[in-house]
């Protein structure tokens, strides 16, 4: 089905391919980080209501993330013709991009952390080691079971976990996307229905008694399933070109984002999940890259570039956080720690060390490891 790609020229020539994907990414990564971040203002503080109001959804972000993430997947794999040497490049590659700075994001939480705890326990240990290896904390509360020691890696458990589905399903070679169809039946489909619970809301789903069977089978995995399935759309010719006639119009892509701004604000059919945010974000996604194709849309630079940073802003800006409340606590100042001005503080201090950890550390780590494994 995907064996006769666009033409080189056409895929990845222009920039704006790219370009939306790391605009939606930018815009991703502030959603998350603004409903995380509003609370630091009182519910009477100036802007509370107003940041309320356009981030009490912004959760939904990290459904946006695993939608970009299933597309990204596929169009990374597009000309690679699978086997045993593409998929240990591919999972080494993914692995590469995402657990080094993981691992020092965590373990820098936990330092920023110590002083209030006073110590650091066998259990916080323990935690720590199961969390930088993708395990769940607990075999409760879907779709996080126990989040992760710093709280977003609940979302890189699945992530991993989508990698090496793709990276299973690439040993099958021109039959990668079948395998990878009857993997997904299989944990979404077939277990969850054998036991009585098929759902499509990843917060009921049933404890299986095993961390790993838990994960695979809860339904937020569709959201990668979505972005896959549009990527499988964007790189075969015949719907691609379907889908470009339907989104190149302004009007279409104007009604999808008025639709899904309005579900956003409202809170209609709010939550994580296929049937909720995921749904939304899918949609909007889609309308916004059939839309781009063939369009040299500039965007701004700063914009773009906020995506490309977007994996550290999101490990870090919990940390940060947390940072700058223990040095106003340290120098008897808490009350500077709350409100507006701390609000704005957190969010620029956030953006500032999420560039220097992307220039420093993200990107060197990332060329190192790959020279040094020549992949």
Known sequence: MTSNYFPEKELIKTSEKIDIIQVLRGIAVIMVIIFHFKDIIKPDGYLKKELDFLFNSGAAGVDLFFVISGFIMVFVTRKSKGGIVSAKNFLLKRILRIW?????????????????????????????????????????????????YLGVGWSLNYEMYFYVLIAISLLSGKYRWFVFAALILLTL??????????????????????????????????????????????????????????????????????????????????????????????????????????????????????????????????????FITYIFELVSLPAFSTGTSAFFLTLSLTLIVSHISYQLVEKKLHSFFTAKLKI
């Open 100 to 148: 080094p700075l993981y691992v020092i994001a965590t373990l820098a939480y936990a330092v920023i952390v110590a002083p209030v705890l006073a110590n650091i326990s066998l259990d916080i240990v323990w935690q720590i080691t199961r969390s930088i290896f993708f395990i769940p904390l607990s075999y409760l509360e879907p779709p996080f079971f126990g989040y992760a």
């Open 189 to 322: 489909v077939i277990i969850p229905i054998s036991y009585g619970n098929f759902t499509f809301r990843p917060l009921e789903t049933q404890n299986y008694g095993s961390l790993f069977i838990n994960l695979i089978t809860n339904p937020i995995i569709w959201e990668f399933v979505y972005g896959a399935i549009i990527g499988l759309f964007y790189i075969t010719p015949p719907l691609s070109r379907i889908f470009h006639t339907i989104f190149q119009s302004g009007t279409v892509l104007a009604t999808v984002i008025v639709v899904v701004v309005w579900q956003y604000l409202s809170g209609f059919y709010g939550g994580h999940g296929p049937l909720y945010w995921g749904f939304y974000m899918g949609i909007l996604f889609m309308a916004l890259v059939f839309y781009n194709r063939g369009k040299s849309i500039k965007y701004p630079h700063h914009l773009i570039y906020l995506g490309d940073i977007s994996f550290s802003v999101y490990l870090l800006h919990v940390p940060v956080a947390v």
